[in-house]
């Protein structure tokens, strides 16, 4: 099968948990549902109308640089009812917590996402259509390349080594890379943007390959003369 594979940075990310309450906390990387976002976007899709039409692709996605968290403290203006005093930020305010993601090396962050390949998105990511953001609009990304890989299906990893994140429900992950769990995150979005069910997932926080076992849907794909096995989200 054929897969584009597509290198996104930026400065830093902010992919809120959907149980998040008034702390705002972050996943390590963009849910499947923010991927299908990110693609909706380049494509020129308006909010709410992709929902059923990217669903049908397979996503995956690795770490391309160390990553970690900072936390930092807001305040948010509470304009329920609006006021010269309110939009200067005189009383009212709301101080909250956000989790943010960097690169832990200083430099910019990025991710590898890996979709199940059409000529309509391989173009898109070459000129995409809205801006291209992890998480927030204020949070811009970019695309440093693309490149269509030839892949073999794949089902069942038996001890081997595989890049990115890994669904927790369908694999074993031996305790040797530095790697995080993400519970609770989206897969797809049901009528009126629920969420849905959610998945767990671990994710190495460094670009390294875990080494997995158990079944799955996942791809081996041919990179440089190198071999790669990947999950799909």
């Known amino acids: 099968m054929k897969v584009l594979s597509v290198r996104i940075y930026g400065k830093m990310a902010h992919f809120r948990k959907v149980f998040s309450n008034s702390s705002s906390l972050s996943y390590y990387f963009p849910p499947r549902t923010t991927i299908m976002g990110m693609v909706a976007a380049a494509l020129g899709m308006e909010r709410d109308s992709y929902y059923d039409e990217l669903d049908k692709l397979d996503y995956a996605v690795e770490a391309l640089t160390p990553l970690k968290k900072l936390v930092f403290g807001e305040n948010f203006l509470d304009t329920d009812q609006m006021t010269t005093e309110k939009l200067r930020g005189k009383g009212n305010r709301v101080p909250i917590t956000r989790e943010f993601i960097v690169a832990s090396d200083g430099g910019f962050l990025g991710y590898n996402i890996y979709v199940t390949y059409s000529k309509e998105v391989e173009e898109a990511f070459r000129r995409p259509k809205f801006p291209l953001s992890f998480g927030q609009s204020e949070m811009l990304a970019w695309v440093d390349g693309e490149e269509v890989l030839e892949c073999e299906e794949k089902e069942e990893f038996d001890d081997e080594e595989v890049y990115g994140a890994v669904p927790v429900k369908s694999f074993t992950v031996k305790p040797e890379a530095v790697h995080t769990l ?28 875990m080494v997995v076992r158990g079944r799955g849907k996942g791809i081996r794909c041919d990179i440089g003369g190198k071999s790669k096995e990947l999950v799909f989200l």
């Open 182 to 209: 993400e519970y609770g995150m989206p897969r797809r979005y049901e009528e009126r943007r629920i969420s849905g069910i959610l998945h767990d997932y671990v994710f190495p926080t460094e670009p390294k390959a």
